[in-house]
């Protein structure tokens, strides 16, 4: 089945710090998201980018479909921005389920 | 809309027993999943329904039923709970096509 490989996994920054979060997978998809974990479990639905570039906010995402990855940055992080993020791809089957990376843990610090 | 539910939010099982997680979608989503996290990893797919009545496994089935009579539901229920079923069980829909929305999660622990 098809591989999802995050980069990279661990992360640690000061607050006001740039990053990107990179998201490798190994066959075409039809569905790209990326999401945020917070400290208290909840998953947070940030990007639906299955190719193309969006932005909201500090945050903004580029999914390259014929390359196969996509990348997430996060600029003048903050403390709140803590916690693991998730990329997740679908494929044409199993009703376009998402088949989750291992994610990238990211602590910020004041 | 109130989205993605799931009850309850917690809760503690003894080996052998069962119970049936809840998960409703007021967004007439004809897709629906069910998810578990294990610690330190990301999710995987337990079972998947493309609309009411049709129901199919996802790649960690084992342990685990569904059922579909209604487009809004769509509950998950454990038989004879074991401890590897010590999980987050996270409930998602989505529209055809379009981003999955989740819901809060219920964090099971079987001891």
């Known amino acids: ?110 | 809309n109130a989205g993605v539910t799931q009850t309850p939010k917690f809760r503690i099982l003894k080996i052998g027993q069962s119970m049936t997680l809840q998960c409703a979608q007021d967004m007439n989503h004809n897709y629906m999943y069910w998810y578990r996290q294990d610690p330190g990893m990301g999710l995987k797919l337990i079972y998947y329904s493309v609309g009411a009545g049709i129901t199919d496994k996802g790649e960690v089935p084992n342990g685990y039923n569904v059922s579909r009579s209604t487009t809004e539901d769509f509950p998950l229920r454990l038989e004879l709970a074991a401890p590897s079923q010590t999980s987050v069980y996270f409930c998602a829909s989505r529209d055809r096509p379009g981003e999955q929305y989740f819901g809060p999660g219920t964090r099971l622990t079987v001891t």
């Open chain 1, 1 to 110: 089945g098809i591989q999802v490989e995050q980069s990279p996994p661990d992360l640690i920054l000061q607050e006001g710090a740039n990053s990107t979060l990179r998201c490798n997978f190994s066959d075409s998809v039809n569905n790209l998201q990326w999401f945020h974990q917070n400290p208290w479990g909840q998953l947070i639905n940030l990007f639906y980018i299955p190719s193309g570039t969006k932005q909201n906010g500090r945050l903004s995402a580029t999914t390259v479909a014929t390359e196969r990855y996509s990348l997430l940055y996060i600029s003048s992080s903050q403390t709140t921005d803590s916690g693991v993020y998730f990329c997740a791809v679908g494929v044409n089957q199993a009703g376009t389920a998402l088949i989750f990376g291992k994610g990238t843990t990211l602590s910020v610090s004041s």
